[in-house]
């Protein structure tokens, strides 16, 4: 008989039945119940993530085998970091500050899934991914720590499968993000206020401009207008001249 699929996302040990599952399972009287309990066994070291899970159903058998991916790596540092979502400018904005025990504990669960052998590459890939989530590597940039990485300066941790850090160093890491933090801050607060005076030095400038050619424009319109033409001779104010009075045949004048 043809085998039922099924693809579902849950949450890492807490599986629960969905209307899907319902619908599907349900008509197979297939218990539930152990599907779910079986799902969350198998998710438990995803605690706190999202992780894809394949069901394959044989309804003949009434079998259920349970195929669980693998979560983003990206989903995995932002679990160990506490970190709702990664950084919009990583290159400057920090987010987080992780240990190389940390790194090495999600390389080790995703190793199968890179298809590697060894740890080493693995975790070089999960420093590149902290690079793009805005994520510092034991105080520095991923870049200066897969130099660090290819120099050995973590082997003892690497081979030894270390994967958890002290409280010391965990403290210390924050003291770091803290610090990174407040400059990336001060750098922000810095270019607002530049932006800002050059603002206010353009607007003072503008006005500075106009109040100058204002009075200049009037001073002309005076001059020009005080100002004569060479030859040029006042007006002549025009004088009527009175018609002499007609004289009648008799030689009297009329008035």
Partial sequence: MPKEKMDLIVEGGKASITPQMAQTLGPMKINMSEVIKNINERTSNFAG??????????????QVDIGVGSPPVSEL?????????????P??????NISIEQVIKIA???????????????VKNVIGSCNSLGVYVEGKRAKEAMKDIVKGVFDNEINGLKKEPSKEKLNLLKGQLKA?????TQELERAKAE?????????????????AATPEKGKEEEKKSAEKKPGEK??????KK???????????KKK
């Fill in 49 to 62: 993530v999202k992780v894809p899970v394949k069901l394959t159903i044989d309804s003949g058998t009434k």
């Fill in 195 to 211: 932006e800002e005076k050059a603002k206010a030095e353009a607007a003072a400038a503008v006005t500075v401009e106009g109040a």
């Fill in 242 to 252: 009175e018609e002499p009075k007609k004289e009648d045949k008799k030689g009297i």
């Fill in 108 to 122: 080790d669960m995703k190793k199968e899934s890179m298809y590697l052998d060894k740890l080493k590459p693995a």
């Fill in 180 to 184: 990174i933090q407040e400059a990336y």
């Fill in 234 to 239: 006042a007006p002549v104010k025009e004088v």
């Fill in 77 to 89: 540092v932002k679990k160990e970091l506490n970190m709702e979502k990664g950084s919009g400018i």
């Fill in 91 to 96: 290159q400057k904005d920090i987010k987080g």
